[in-house]
């Protein structure tokens, strides 16, 4: 039995205590929050005996395997620090940290550590997404031309609506990029098999004032009702980036969390020189694939007819689909086998090192829209 704790019961924390609940051979021994009430009502909702409000508790814990660092960017260095040196396995949330030399410290130092390390990038953990990887990166598309895509959101698009993302001290130098732009090029980059090279970014704050309540709210909150003050936004709700693929395909990505209507709306399509593929959030199950000389095809999730290496990930029978829940489940299935077989095993994982990865695409895209002109990613 692998034991577990998990830090910050806000909103992604009980989504890990949920799939965790399913996975077996793992068992959760305490949740901590700095909010004490949210850490004990998240340990009541998924049988855990423990709750506390200091992460030191779990770090301390010599019966505590591996931590998840399920809390806002700022903490997630010097937590997962203290982890590490402490000789825990760690599963961090998304971003790795607030810049690229945290990152790259985390990564230095998990290698030290020799520790099994796991970053939440769950979209491409979809059984379709996975099925998409395996059929692009063995040619199927062919060539592949172009990558575009998008992610669009719509709970910052009023004035009212608040989160701690906004504000560079607790997310870095990026709201959105960081945010929704570190799922959107792993998926691109996980399908691909390429690297994003060499970017041209273009933020905005489409909303530059807020009012920001003086309660805490959890992220996808309702806060229209609550007391607040005026603020001036630090960070972009808006980022456009064109970029070039390691082959030298060229591609685009625009995100924004303050389009109405749009709720977690991310797809992406990949272009090849022999047929496309595409992918969208809202229909979750179904891969597009698009041909020239006969009809287009749709595969809807299907472990019968899905390559055997990606069947397993849609666990249910065709018909039953597997949802957002399902692909954090996928992940941590993969995470444990490889916490399980001390590093064997749960190969198709995002590490630490696919963290750093992507800091860097974010440092690129951030230095370029300083300069107006293309950055290089740092190799
Ligand atoms: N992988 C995904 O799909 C996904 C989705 C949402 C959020 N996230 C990531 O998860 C992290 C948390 O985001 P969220 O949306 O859950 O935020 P949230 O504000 O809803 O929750 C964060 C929680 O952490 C707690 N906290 C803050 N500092 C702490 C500390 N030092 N020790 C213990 N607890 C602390 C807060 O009290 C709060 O309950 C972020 O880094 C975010 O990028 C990832």
């Not at 550590?113 to 491409?124: E, H, P, Q, S, V």
């Not at 130098?173 to 390429?194: C, K, M, R, Y």
Request: aromatic share 8%; hydrophobic share 40%.
């Amino acid at each position: 039995m692998i034991t577990v704790g998990l830090i910050g019961a806000g909103y992604i924390g009980p989504i890990h205590l949920g799939a965790l609940a399913r996975l077996g051979g793992v068992r959760v021994k305490t949740v901590i929050d700095v909010n004490g009430e949210l850490a004990q009502k998240a340990a009541a909702a998924y049988n855990v005996p423990n709750s506390g409000m200091d992460h030191r508790e779990v770090i301390n814990d010599p019966e505590i395997d591996v931590i998840h660092n399920c809390t806002p960017n700022k903490y997630h260095y010097q937590i997962t620090k203290e982890a590490l040196e402490g000789g825990k396995q760690v599963l961090s949330e998304k971003p790795l940290a607030m810049d690229l030399k945290e990152a790259e410290e985390l990564v230095e130092l998990a290698e030290k550590k020799r520790a099994i390390t796991g970053i939440d990038f769950c979209y491409r953990y979809y059984p379709v997404v996975q099925e998409m990887a395996v059929r692009v990166r063995r040619g199927d598309a062919g060539a592949v031309r172009m990558v575009s895509g998008s992610y669009f959101q719509d709970w910052l698009s009023r004035e009212t609506d608040w989160t701690w993302r906004l504000l560079r001290s607790e997310s870095g130098e990026s709201n959105i990029t960081a945010d929704l732009g570190s799922h959107w090029f792993d998926l691109i980059q996980f399908v691909t098999g390429l690297k994003v090279e060499e970017v041209i970014g273009d933020l905005a704050t489409l909303i530059p004032v807020r009012r920001r309540p003086t309660r805490q709210v959890l992220a996808f909150e309702k806060v229209e009702e609550v007391e607040s003050e005026e603020v001036k936004v630090e960070l972009e709700d808006y980022s456009s980036v064109l970029f070039r693929l390691s082959n030298g395909a060229p591609g685009s990505f625009t995100t924004s969390q303050v389009c109405a209507g749009r709720k977690s709306d991310t797809e992406f399509q990949i272009y090849g020189s022999d047929c496309s593929y595409a992918w969208n959030h809202k229909e979750a199950t179904v891969l597009w694939i698009g041909h020239r000389e006969k009809a287009n095809e749709i595969l809807i999730e299907n472990p019968t007819l899905q390559d055997p290496s990606t069947a397993a990930y849609a666990s249910l029978p065709a018909g039953h689909p597997l949802g957002y829940h399902d692909a954090v489940m996928n992940l941590f299935k993969d995470y444990y086998e490889a916490v399980e077989g001390g590093g064997k095993g749960g190969e198709l994982r995002p590490t630490f090192q696919t963290g750093f990865e992507e800091m860097k695409i974010l440092e690129a895209i951030l230095a370029s829209h300083k300069k107006r002109s293309w950055v290089e990613v740092k190799v």
